[in-house]
C-alpha cells in the first residue's frame, strides 16, 4: 500500500518506515498520524516481522514538531481531541507495540518529533540531531506524552529546564542524559540500528513482547511494577519460545523461536 507522507519497506524481516515531508521537515500532520497507526497496525501481529524502525527523510530532521498550521486556530476541545487522539494512535500505541520500535534520530526531533522518538523503545541519534521541546515558545506545551516521557527518562529536573527554556539539545548532551543509546555519524546510524537488529532477532520475540509490557508498567502511577512482572514473567511459562528456548540451551543448540504466543 502507498502512504502519502511515509515511505516504507520490509529488509530482512523488518519494516523500515520514512517519514517522508521533507518540504515540511516530516512535520506530523493528522494524516501522517494515521497512516503510521495504518501502517503499523498491519504488522502488529505478523509472526515474520521481528521489529519497526522510523527515520525521518533527507539529512535535516527526522521530525520538526506537529504540523503547527494545523492547530493555529483551534480551541480548547479541538486541542485536547488532537492531544488525545495521537497519544491513541500513535505515542502510547508505539510505547506499547508488541515489537521493538526503534527510533533513527537523523536531525532535528523537536516537539510532536522528540515525543515520537521518546515513546519508541529505543533511540538512537545522528551526531547532526538536536532535540527539544519548543511548545512554550509557540504559547502551549507537550501534548504527546512529552511531559511525562521526558520526566521518566530524563528525571523531572531536567525536564522543567528543556520544557520551561524551550532549548535544543545537541545529540551528544541527548546522550548524557540517557535519551539516546548512542550518537553515530549520519552515514553510520543506520548499521548501528542493524547491528542492533541482528542480535534482537535471534532472540524470543515473544518474551520481547512480554519484556515490554512489563518494562512499561515502570512508573505508572496505580500500577505495581514489579506485580506486572511476577505476571509476565510467569505467562512466559506457558508459551512455546520458552519451551524451545531452554531446550535448545540444555541440548546445546541455537533455539528457533516460533515466535506465536499464547498471551500477546
Ligand atoms: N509545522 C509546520 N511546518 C513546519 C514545522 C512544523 N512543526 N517545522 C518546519 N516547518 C516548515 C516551515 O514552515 C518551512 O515551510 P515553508 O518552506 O513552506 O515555509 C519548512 O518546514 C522548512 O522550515 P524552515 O523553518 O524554513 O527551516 P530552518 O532550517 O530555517 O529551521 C527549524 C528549522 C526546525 C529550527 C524550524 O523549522 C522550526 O523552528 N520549526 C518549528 C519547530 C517547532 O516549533 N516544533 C514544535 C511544534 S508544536
New binding site residues.
Given amino acids: 500500500m502507498n502512504y502519502e507522507n511515509l515511505l516504507h519497506r520490509e529488509e530482512n524481516r523488518v519494516i523500515y518506515i520514512t517519514i517522508n515531508r521533507p ?3 516530516n ?1 506530523l500532520n493528522t494524516k501522517t498520524i494515521s497512516e503510521l497507526n495504518h501502517l503499523l497496525e498491519l504488522y502488529k501481529f505478523n509472526d515474520d516481522i521481528k521489529a519497526i524502525v522510523i527515520t525521518g527523510s533527507g539529512e ?2 527526522f521530525v ?6 494545523e492547530f493555529a486556530d483551534f480551541t480548547s476541545e479541538q486541542g485536547k481531541m488532537l492531544s488525545q487522539s495521537g497519544h491513541d494512535l500513535l505515542f502510547n500505541y508505539i510505547e506499547n507495540y508488541p515489537k521493538p520500535v526503534i527510533a533513527a534520530i537523523n536531525g ?1 526531533a ?4 522528540f515525543e515520537l522518538a521518546l515513546s519508541c523503545h529505543i533511540r538512537l541519534a545522528s551526531d547532526n540531531a538536536k532535540m527539544g ?3 512554550v ?2 504559547g ?1 506545551i ?1 501534548g504527546y506524552g512529552g511531559t511525562q516521557r521526558l520526566s521518566q527518562l530524563a528525571g523531572k529536573g531536567k525536564a522543567f529546564e528543556l520544557i520551561m527554556t524551550a532549548e535544543m539539545i545537541k545529540a551528544d548532551e541527548a546522550y548524557r542524559l540517557g535519551l539516546v543509546n548512542y550518537v553515530l555519524p549520519q552515514s553510520e546510524l543506520m548499521n548501528k540500528v542493524n547491528e542492533l537488529l541482528e542480535k534482537i532477532k535471534t532472540k524470543s520475540p515473544v518474551a520481547i513482547a512480554h519484556a515490554i509490557i512489563a518494562i512499561n508498567a515502570n512508573d505508572k502511577d496505580g500500577i505495581n511494577g514489579y506485580a506486572v512482572e511476577v505476571e509476565e514473567f510467569g505467562k512466559c511459562f506457558e508459551e512455546d519460545d520458552f519451551k524451545e528456548g531452554t531446550k535448545a540451551f540444555l541440548e546445546k543448540r541455537k533455539p528457533v523461536f516460533k515466535g506465536k504466543s499464547a498471551h500477546v
Fill in positions: 518540504d515540511k521537515l512535520a535535516k530532521a520538526a514538531g506537529a504540523d503547527i498550521s532535528f523537536l516537539g510532536g518529533g521541546f519548543p511548545e515558545t509557540l502551549v507537550p
